[in-house]
């Protein structure tokens, strides 16, 4: 069976161990939050992959495919309590969920499974873009460059997409994007490190409206097929379509090798930052 990491040193939060083997807590910290300066809050990814991490070590089985709907904000210093439920261990699978919350303020809802079957058989179908390697690609902007927020965390670099570019208002022609990301410090590959950039399926917005565009998740969904190790991992986004003030895509994870590691889908609310009056 595929080992289960420990948290500890090998994830960008810190998730603590309470004397209830279901109940984990998340201090919320700024390095694991975004947003503006004085408005920051809890990254839906690292919600999703503190909630992973507890499910797999309450479990001690490896996660399968992980699902997290958002329900509220966490902020920094507050704690969030992490408890873990779970309603079916089966020989190979065990079914589990994850109530994220404050007080009595439900931050987010996980549904997983977790576990390995003995099969030998492996395959894979989708192809890694073909796109520069990061040496070549410029650094992927972000507004905030004065907090040491999540943003800061990583070294994302963009290899297709408008990122920060002067916008011109036209569409996308198959909103596809690509970006290269990797840990600013050296970190083994978990799925809860996947599920943290998975979260980036939004930033992609706005390349494919060509606006000052972005989206906050209502979800994340990921499904792991193949954890290895790698130094940077290839983001193949794809931003599905937008209407009715959503924007909905998905992400290909990919090695640096080419192996696929993970596929990543989310919804989100649009904003259009320039129009602040059309979002109310």
Known sequence: MPEVPSTKAAELFDLRETHNPHRWVLPVETRICVGP??????FGGAGLAASIAAMERTTGRPAIWATAQYLSYAKPSEYVDVDVIVPMKGKHVTQARVV?????????????ALGAHPQDVSAQWAEMPSVPPPSACEPMPH???DT??????????????????????????????VLWARPAEPRRVTSGLLAIIADYVPSATGHAL???????????TIRIRKLCATEWMCCD????GVHSGFVHGRMHIFA??????ATASQSGILRLWDEPAANG
């Open 37 to 42: 300066p004085g408005g920051k809050f809890l």
């Open 100 to 112: 994220g919350h404050v007080g009595d303020r439900e931050i987010l809802t996980v549904n997983a």
């Open 143 to 145: 507004f905030d460059q």
């Open 148 to 177: 040491a927020d999540l943003h800061h965390q990583f070294d994302m670099r963009v290899a297709k997409g408008r990122y920060g570019a002067a916008r011109t208002g036209e569409l996308s022609r198959d909103g596809h994007a």
């Open 210 to 220: 060509g606006r000052q565009a972005g989206a906050n998740s209502l979800d994340n």
């Open 237 to 240: 986004i794809r931003i599905h």
């Open 256 to 261: 640096q090798d080419g192996t696929l590691m």
